[in-house]
Structures are given as structure tokens and as C-alpha cells.
């Protein structure tokens, strides 16, 4: 049986977040995005609505809700500002529940159950100045010394690198796979911001997201206890795979909520504009412009909400995340270019939101799988080069 329809929890859990974005971030975003700096009121907002503990069960603090009402919640998010939506993607698609599915049951006391009331705030550091796509380029090390490790590498491009209290870190503990790029050597750790050795910092002149962090973490000889690494070692680069399969999935949905506000500032603005004595909205080249919009929100909405009832299921939803998100960031970036168009000359200028919409739609075929990688791995699945078994670890089955 397909069913459409939400239950009233998920609706319930919308609405929520659908006020945080309309009271706390819509009112004063273009501000915030022009001044690059992130709304101090959001993350304690989130944190009282309990947004932060999204799919994370109550025994650890969290909210207990099913994955579509965190696509729900992401598409509202989106809707105000994709800083905003980052926020869910990197806490609790990279970092909450990635700790929820690998971590032993003392990691996720200590690292989880705050993380899902709010009281300290995740992000996920894989990528590096010289490898993103290539993983296994990573130069990051983290070399055994009694009962710790000894990390040592710099991390960009990391999302609240310099708002975050803990790191979810991939670092090379077999030097010699090392050499031959096998990714079976990298291991993931837990890292505190206060652990000594890391600094962060932010990273300026970004097209996009401005309104939200984005930095580097650098760690020099900064020692992790043992009982940090998640999981075992060795099993790092399944652990960061897993991780990108949960945050893609907040940025299909969330980019869903990007098409969306593309197509209800056109609506808007094609009423009242006129050329040649009648609102824009009457010249078929631009309804054409707005049908696209609606037709490419529609089925890019599908693909998440399938990928969320997979999750909700507890069954492997690699292959449908990565198409959701290849196609709702694809959807997502013409929109927002056609909503620039529709717009004119005033879509060129910051007086209205179109052109924040166009610069941080490009970042969402970047970050989380370039649409490069998510074309190729389609491309896999149906020649067979590739197939998705099930993990030894998954998220827990929850109902909706
Ligand atoms: C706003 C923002 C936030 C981010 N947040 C985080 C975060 O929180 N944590 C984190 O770890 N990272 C984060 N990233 C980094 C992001 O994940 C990487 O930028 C991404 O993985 C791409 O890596 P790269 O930039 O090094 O590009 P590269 O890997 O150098 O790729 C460059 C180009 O070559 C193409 N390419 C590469 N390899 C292939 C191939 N085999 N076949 C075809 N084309 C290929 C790519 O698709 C791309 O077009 C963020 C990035 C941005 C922009």
C-alpha cells in the first residue's frame, strides 16, 4: 500500500520547526547573510523545540521521531535558510545518529544524549584541503600511544567547525594501508574542541550559506583516548559512507524547501510585475519557468519520502538517498537560477531573497556527494557495479 498522507505527529513536528523558520530565522536572515555571521537565537531555539534530538530515542534524550518528519522538518528549515537546514544535516545527519547506530553504549551516554538535548552540538570532519571526493586522499593521521591515539591533520570545509564541541573525526590508523590507499586503515574518533592541540577557525568569502559556519579544524598531536574510536578501528571509512547516507537524506528534503521558496517568491512576484500591460505571470515563457519549479519540488519530494520510509524501515537506503539528493540539488540550483531570471534585473540585487537563493543552492551539488559522484553512482547500481547489502550496524526501525 502507498500512503501520501502524514501522520499527526509528523505534521505536528513540521509545524514546529515551520515556526522556528518563520519567528526566529526568516524575519532577519538577509541581515545575518550579508553580515556572513550565524543567528546567535538559532541553536538555542532549536534546542527548546528539542530539534536538535530529531530520530534519536527518548532513553538518550531525543525527540523519538521517524525519518520523514526529519525530511519534513529539514524542507521547512530550507524554506527560511539552508544554514539553517545545515544545521540538521551535520548534527544529526553526520554526527547524532551516526553515534546512535556505531557507538558502544558509554559513547553514546557521553556524546549522544547531550548532543540530542542540545547541550553540545556535533559536526563530522572528513574532508581536507587536497582530498574531498577521493576519501582515501585524506592525510589525516592517528597513531597508537598507550591508551590513546595521537591525532594529527587539518580538516576544511567543516561545517560549525568553529561552533561545535565535538568532532566526529577520520584519521589513518594503519599507516601502511596508508601507502596503498586502502580505505580498510581509516578509523573514526570523537574528538572534543577542548582536547589540546585543536584549533578552528571560519572560513570567509564563501558564495553561499553565509549566514551559517563553515571553517577548518587543525589538530596537532592532540591525544583522543582510546575509548573514543567508534566502533573499531579499521572501519572508519563505512562509518563516514553511513554518516553522508543520513546527512544527503536532510539535504534532499531541505532542498525541496530551496525549490519551494523559489516558487512561491516567483508566484509573488510574477502577480504584480507588469510588461506589456500584464503581470508576468500571464507570459507562458515565464509560467514555464514556474511549472518547472512546481514539477521538480513534486518528484523531488518523492524521492526523499521514499528514502525516508526505507530508513523507517530500517532497510539499506544508499541507492534512493543518493538519488534523492542528486535530483532535489539539481532541481533546487535550476529553480533558483530561474528564480533570478523570473525576477529580472531586482533578482541581481540582494533586495530580495532569489539571489541567496541562487548562491547556496550551488553548494548542495558540492557538498555531502558532488552531483558528479551521485550520477556515477547510479550509474553503478544499474550496471551492476554496484549493490547495497545490509550493514552490521543500521539505525533502529521506528514507527512513524
Ligand atoms: C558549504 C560547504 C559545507 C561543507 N561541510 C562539510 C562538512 O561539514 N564536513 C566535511 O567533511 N566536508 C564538508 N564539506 C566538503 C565537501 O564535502 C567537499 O567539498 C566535497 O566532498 C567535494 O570535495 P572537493 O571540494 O575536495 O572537490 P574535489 O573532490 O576536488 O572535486 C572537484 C571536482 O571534480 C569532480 N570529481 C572528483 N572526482 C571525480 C570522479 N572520480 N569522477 C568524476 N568527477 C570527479 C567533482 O565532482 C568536482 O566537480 C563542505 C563543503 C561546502 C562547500
Redesign the pocket.
Known amino acids: 500500500m502507498i500512503d501520501f498522507s502524514f501522520t499527526e505527529n509528523q505534521l505536528m513536528v513540521r509545524d514546529i520547526a515551520r515556526e522556528i523558520a518563520v519567528k526566529v530565522i526568516a524575519p532577519n536572515i538577509s541581515e545575518f547573510d550579508r553580515a556572513h555571521k550565524m543567528n546567535p537565537e538559532i541553536l538555542p531555539a532549536m534546542a527548546k523545540a528539542n530539534l536538535l534530538g530529531f530520530c534519536i530515542p527518548e532513553e538518550y534524550g531525543g525527540l523519538g521521531t521517524d525519518y520523514i518528519s526529519l525530511g519534513l522538518a529539514s524542507e521547512e528549515m530550507e524554506y527560511a535558510d539552508t544554514s539553517a537546514r545545515?544545521i540538521l544535516s551535520?548534527h544529526i545527519g553526520?554526527y547524532s545518529l551516526p553515534i546512535l547506530a556505531w557507538a558502544n553504549e558509554k559513547q553514546k551516554q557521553k556524546y549522544l544524549t547531550p548532543a540530542a538535548k542540545g547541550e553540545i552540538i556535533g559536526?563530522?570532519?572528513?574532508?581536507e584541503p587536497a582530498?574531498?571526493?577521493?576519501v582515501v586522499g585524506i592525510q589525516t593521521t592517528a597513531v597508537k600511544k598507550g591508551n590513546s591515539y595521537i591525532l594529527n591533520g587539518e580538516?576544511?570545509?567543516?561545517?560549525?567547525a568553529d561552533v561545535a564541541d565535538c568532532f566526529l573525526i577520520f584519521a589513518w590508523t594503519d599507516l601502511e594501508k596508508k601507502k596503498q590507499r586502502d580505505h580498510s586503515g581509516i578509523s573514526a574518533f570523537i574528538v572534543e574542541r577542548d582536547f589540546d592541540g585543536i584549533t578552528t577557525g571560519s572560513i570567509h568569502g564563501?558564495l553561499?550559506?553565509r549566514a551559517?559556519n563553515?571553517g577548518f579544524i587543525s589538530m596537532q598531536d592532540v591525544e583522543v583516548p582510546s575509548e573514543n574510536l567508534i566502533y573499531e578501528e579499521g572501519q572508519g571509512f563505512k562509518i563516514a559512507m553511513f554518516c553522508l547516507d543520513q546527512g544527503r537524506y536532510t539535504v534532499a528534503a531541505g532542498s525541496c524547501g530551496l525549490i519551494k521558496a523559489c516558487r512561491d517568491a516567483c508566484i509573488n512576484y510574477s502577480k504584480e510585475r507588469y510588461t506589456f500591460q500584464k503581470p508576468i505571470a500571464e507570459h507562458q515563457l515565464v509560467k514555464q519557468m514556474i511549472a518547472n519549479m512546481e514539477a521538480g519540488y513534486e518528484y523531488s519530494t518523492y524521492l526523499w519520502m521514499k528514502a525516508g520510509w526505507l530508513k523507517n524501515q530500517g532497510k539499506r537506503s544508499t541507492k534512493a538517498t543518493s538519488l534523492a539528493k542528486w535530483i532535489a540539488c539539481r532541481e533546487a540550483e535550476e529553480s533558483a537560477a530561474n528564480a533570478v531570471q523570473v525576477f529580472g534585473a531586482y533578482g541581481y540585487s540582494d533586495e530580495y531573497p532569489v539571489e541567496r537563493f541562487y548562491r547556496n543552492a550551488k553548494?548542495a551539488s558540492?557538498?555531502?556527494?558532488?552531483?558528479?559522484?551521485h550520477t556515477?553512482m547510479q550509474a553503478d547500481y544499474v550496471l551492476g557495479n554496484r549493490v547495497d547489502t545490509q550493514l552490521e550496524k543500521d539505525l533502529p526501525v521506528v514507527n512513524q
Open positions: 545545515v551535520v553526520l559536526t563530522f570532519g572528513l574532508t582530498a574531498g571526493t577521493d580538516k576544511m570545509w567543516i561545517s560549525l564563501k553561499g550559506v551559517g563553515t553548494g558540492i557538498y555531502e556527494g558532488t552531483r558528479e559522484v556515477l
